[in-house]
């Protein structure tokens, strides 16, 4: 699974998904390229950087609504 915006670092994730908590920012979601279809709620686990690039994080995530509200 991946953000559907190319965070270069897990903290650049948590920084976004503050942003939106507080009302700023934009709402993060995540996608499944080919692999189905992603939970609207509870957790799952992305990782970054996109593809091609060397994954160098992994995340726990919750969801609600379809838009992380948590990075573990």
Do not use: C, F
């Not at 991946?2 to 998904?17: D, G, P």
């Not at 920012?25 to 950087?49: C, H, M, Q, S, W």
């Amino acid at each position: 699974m991946y953000t559907r915006k190319n965070y270069k670092s897990k903290a650049e994730l948590k920084r976004a998904v503050a942003a939106h908590a507080s009302g700023e920012g934009e709402p993060v979601r995540i996608y499944a390229p080919g692999l189905g279809t992603p939970k609207e709620n509870g957790t799952d686990y992305v990782e970054g950087p996109h593809y091609p690039a060397a994954h160098t994080w992994y995340a726990q995530v919750t969801l609600k609504d379809g838009v992380v509200i948590r990075v573990k």
